[in-house]
């Protein structure tokens, strides 16, 4: 059981938007920045977003992210089929068990 | 641009101790921590712990007796042991650097790079 809930699948046609929410709570996204990572099939995890909302270098825009009280929001428009594939929500978690924290990941089809 | 290098045995059996390391290739060693993260077949990301440069360390509560994180600053490397493994520990073992650090309001902590990972097997 992961410690930040996000859906467990979202699916899209080719060109719509989308988005993947992940829940937490005070002492985890309600008081840390939230971060979000794409995981293509049999790949490491990439960087998306971080500090809620900044992308890296070389990250479209088409990815957004945003966090309001102890959840945050990834959301991607503009959906291709090469977006098809796990995200995940991370924070800090600075309860008695701090460290890092994920959500359990969410499966986007393009469908 | 930094770049991580990870390797270590990829099969094991019950009872034995999983050993990875993680060479960090250009950029800064100091200012960052380094951490170890896994992956169950078919499951999603599970922190395991990090390490600084100075050897300040942090722990997953429900790894913490069986881990061991190092590191070697004159070689850019941090290291894992995982002792007393079974099948559960199956899994891929990623190695990543993390910013972590906070400003007035919040902590920030993400990982910025990824090793490739290692597929770790524990059967006997």
């Known amino acids: 059981q992961s410690v930040l809930t996000q859906p467990p699948s979202v699916s899209a046609a080719p060109g719509q938007k989308v988005t993947i929410s992940c829940s937490g709570d005070s002492s985890n996204i309600g008081n840390n920045y939230v971060s979000w990572y794409q995981q293509l099939p049999g790949t490491a995890p990439k960087l998306l977003i971080y500090e809620n909302n900044k992308r890296p270098s070389g990250i479209p825009d088409r990815f957004s992210g945003s966090k309001s009280g102890t959840s945050a929001t990834l959301g991607i428009t503009g959906l291709q089929t090469g977006d098809e594939a796990d995200y995940y929500c991370?924070?800090?978690?600075?309860?008695?068990?701090?460290?890092?924290?994920f959500g359990g990941g969410t499966k986007l089809t393009v469908l | 641009q930094v770049q991580l290098q990870q390797w270590g045995a990829g099969l094991l059996k019950p009872s034995e101790t999983l050993s990875l390391t993680c060479a960090v290739y250009g950029g800064s060693f100091s200012g960052y921590y380094w951490s170890w993260i896994r992956q169950p077949p078919g499951k999603g990301l599970e922190w395991i712990a990090e390490i600084n440069h100075s050897g300040s360390a942090n722990y997953n509560p429900s790894l913490k007796s069986r881990v061991t994180i190092s590191v070697d600053t004159s070689k850019k490397q941090f290291s894992l042991k995982l002792s007393s493994v079974t099948a559960a520990d199956t899994a891929v073992y990623y190695c990543a650097k993390v910013h972590w650090g906070s400003n007035v309001l919040y902590y920030y902590y993400h990982m910025d790079v990824w090793g490739r990972g290692t597929t770790v097997t524990v059967s006997s």
């Open positions: 991370g924070t800090w978690d600075g309860s008695l068990s701090a460290g890092g924290v």
